[in-house]
T-cell receptor
C-alpha cells in the first residue's frame, strides 16, 4: 500500500525566512505522480504542482521550488522569502492507478505553516 | 467561472439523523471524490466515482452513501450508522480518474453532531 509521510506537523517562521516542507512517500509502483496542495484557512485545497515518477528535474515557480529525489523517495517543497500569505496547511499527495484504471490518491497528514510578520 | 460548490458550509445534525451534503461541479469532469478531514489525519477517501451511475468505496465508506445520477452532482449522505461523523468534508473532481490528473476541490462542509 502506498503511504505519504509529512513528519513536520507545524512550522513557524518569521517573514522573509526560507522554509522547507518535507515529504517522504512509499509505493511499489514504478509509475506514479506526486502532488503538493495548499489549504488556506478558508478550507479549499489548491493545487500547486504535479511531478511524475520519471521526471526528477527540480522545478521553480517564483518563490516556490520542489526537490524530487527518487533515491530517497522524497518530494520536498521550499518557500523562499516567506510571506504571511503563505500561512496555510500544505499537503503532499501520491497518486497511482488501481486495477480498472481508477485513480487513488493518498494524502499526507499535512504541515501547518505559520509565517509570523 | 468553473468550479466546485458545496453546500451547506456548516451543518449541524442531531444523533440518529441522516444528512446529505451537496457537491456540484461545472468543470465537465468525469471523476468525483469525497474526502473526510480530521485534525492531524489528513484527507481520507470516502467514495469516488469515475462516471455517471458508477461509484466505488474508498478507505472509510462505512456509514456513508453516495449517488451519481448526473455528471455534475455527487451528493454524500451521512447516515446514522456513522459513529463519529463530526468532521470537515471535502468534495473534489478531476478530468478523468487517471493518476496524472490533479484534483480540484470545493470549499468544504463542516458537519457537527450535537
Amino acid at each position: 500500500a502506498q503511504k505519504v509521510t509529512q513528519a513536520q506537523t507545524e512550522i513557524s517562521v518569521v517573514e522573509k525566512e526560507d522554509v522547507t516542507l518535507d515529504c517522504v512517500y512509499e509505493t511499489r509502483d514504478t509509475t506514479y505522480y506526486l502532488f503538493w496542495y495548499k489549504q488556506p484557512p478558508s478550507g479549499e485545497l489548491v493545487f500547486l504542482i504535479r511531478r511524475n515518477s520519471f521526471d526528477e528535474q527540480n522545478e521553480i515557480s517564483g518563490r516556490y521550488s520542489w526537490n524530487f529525489q527518487k533515491s530517497t523517495s522524497s518530494f520536498n517543497f521550499t518557500i523562499t522569502a516567506s510571506q504571511v500569505v503563505d500561512s496555510a496547511v500544505y499537503f503532499c499527495a501520491l497518486s497511482e492507478v488501481l486495477s480498472g484504471g481508477y485513480q487513488k490518491v493518498t494524502f499526507g497528514t499535512g504541515t501547518k505553516l505559520q509565517v509570523i510578520p | 467561472d468553473g468550479g466546485i460548490t458545496q453546500s451547506p458550509k456548516y451543518l449541524f445534525r442531531k444523533e440518529g439523523q441522516n444528512v446529505t451534503l451537496s457537491c456540484e461541479q461545472n468543470l465537465n469532469h468525469d471523476a468525483m471524490y469525497w474526502y473526510r478531514q480530521d485534525p492531524g489525519q489528513g484527507l481520507r477517501l470516502i467514495y469516488y466515482s469515475q462516471i455517471v451511475n458508477d461509484f466505488q468505496k474508498g478507505d472509510i465508506a462505512e456509514g456513508y452513501s453516495v449517488s451519481r445520477e448526473k455528471k455534475e452532482s455527487f451528493p454524500l449522505t451521512v447516515t446514522s450508522a456513522q459513529k463519529n461523523p463530526t468532521a470537515f468534508y471535502l468534495c473534489a473532481s478531476s478530468k478523468q480518474g487517471q493518476a496524472v490528473n490533479e484534483q480540484f476541490f470545493g470549499p468544504g462542509t463542516r458537519l457537527t453532531v450535537l
